[in-house]
């Protein structure tokens, strides 16, 4: 799902730098057919299923932050059962100052 590059970022930002968001977010993953999307920043290298995220979705006004699993992202489906993509323009941002603009409807 994600790249050896991005891999070696996200497992480097574990810790303290993903706890204070004192990282970037490295990759952007989205449902073509909602709003929905997850802005993955950070993955446990005791454990690479785990990921630290920013989730933005339609039915909540704000982001949040969340623990997930890259399974829990293979295994997502749309309506139309499509499963949720890797945005391959996105250009990794500042995780803190990426979801202050997730929480003003920016992206």
């Not at 970022?9 to 057919?33: F, H, Q, T």
Request: proline fraction near 4%; include cysteine.
């Amino acid at each position: 799902m994600i790249n050896h590059k991005q891999k070696q970022k996200l497992l480097s930002n574990w810790g303290e730098k993903a706890e204070s968001m004192a990282c970037m977010a490295e990759v952007r993953v989205y449902d073509p057919i909602s709003s929905w999307e997850c802005y993955l920043y950070a993955m446990n290298p005791e454990n690479e299923d785990e990921i630290m995220c920013l989730l933005k979705t339609s039915k909540c006004d704000e982001a949040i932050t969340e623990y997930g699993s890259i399974n829990w992202l293979k295994a997502l489906f749309n309506e139309h059962g499509e499963g949720v993509r890797i945005d391959p323009e996105y250009r990794p941002r500042r995780t803190a100052e990426l979801f202050k603009q997730l929480n003003k409807g920016l992206r």
